[in-house]
């Protein structure tokens, strides 16, 4: 299996690969937390850090996937997530619905047992990648930004048996992930989760036939949108208007139809609500999709 450690902080068509995958070829993506580790200690704060410097949010990578052209989808399925055994959480005076008089403050969340620790609430972790996607076709985007290359959508979905689908745009993809969350809520309201340094196993692969605006994801009960906009209203207006575009053309079933159906049974649901662009998935059940005949 390759082992992948070299980092990123901005997706962009002129980073050079790091490796070439193979469709299909097992890879682990080792990470730092979304920090670079500067937030050392409890008396270390978001206030100390640098911004003006790119050492937030790096992504393992990238990696140029052979066989994946223009227009196509790359194809990432997760196999694996491990976690390092300490997070970190931290406040921001200016990002999330809250900031406005938050105090820069740091804490150390303990993780053992498949649990972590915040001031003696235990809860069980639910490891999940933060930034995760490919080059865009033009200008570079910052790893602290999500966007229709995927990026940093800080969305709990994205976990061990999630498969992501995303809109090539350059020869190879470029494909880079990083941002381990040990825990997070939807929302991510504070400007962090229980950010940790750890590792994620996928694989890769192109898919010629399916054209994508936006990140698609699926799991074992869901296929969902995956979309970012500068604010959750129109993120969840795009996320839902190209669900509907997707099934339409895939099943020819009348619009309105489907909208009805969706209406139902589907749910828009936040990611994240603190970076630059906010981000929405909006999930389709897959018992309903198959009654309408829908195949990817």
Do not use: W
């Not at 804490?107 to 996607?133: L, S, T, Y």
């Not at 979309?227 to 009348?254: N, Y």
Request: hydrophobic fraction near 40%.
């Amino acid at each position: 299996m390759q082992i992948i450690e070299d980092k990123v902080y901005a997706f962009s068509k002129d980073n050079p690969p790091c490796y070439t995958a193979q469709p299909g070829e097992v890879l682990q993506f080792n990470t730092l937390d979304c920090f670079s580790g500067r937030l050392t200690d409890e008396t270390v704060t978001m206030k100390d850090m640098d911004f003006s410097y790119n050492i937030t949010n790096p992504a393992a990578g990238p990696v140029y996937v052979e066989g994946a052209e223009v227009g196509d989808v790359l194809v990432v399925d997760i196999y694996d997530i491990q976690v390092a055994d300490e997070g970190t959480i931290a406040t921001d005076d200016h990002c999330g619905p809250l900031f406005e008089g938050t105090d820069y403050r740091t804490k150390k969340i303990k993780i053992e047992g498949g649990m972590a620790d915040f001031n003696g609430v235990r809860f069980p972790i639910n490891p999940m990648i933060g930034v995760i996607g490919v080059a865009p076709a033009g200008d570079p985007v910052n790893c602290g930004t999500p966007g229709s290359h995927g990026g940093n959508m800080d969305n709990t979905a994205i976990t061990t048996g999630a498969t992501l689908y995303f809109p090539v745009a350059v020869e190879g993809a470029l494909f880079g992930c990083g941002d381990m969350h040990a825990a997070m809520g939807d929302g991510e309201i504070s400007v962090s989760g229980a950010e940790v340094a750890g590792y994620a196993t996928v694989t890769l692969t192109a898919l010629p036939d399916l054209h994508l605006v936006d990140p698609l994801i699926e799991n074992g009960t869901h296929l969902g949108i995956i979309a970012s906009a500068e604010s959750l209203d129109a993120a969840a207006d795009r996320a839902v208007h190209e669900m509907v575009d997707l099934l339409h053309d895939r099943t020819g079933i009348d619009e309105a139809e489907l909208v009805m159906l969706l209406s139902l049974v589907a749910d828009v649901q936040v990611c994240q609500m603190v970076d630059p662009q906010k981000t929405v998935r909006f999930m389709v059940p897959k018992c309903a999709l198959e009654s309408l005949g829908f195949k990817l």
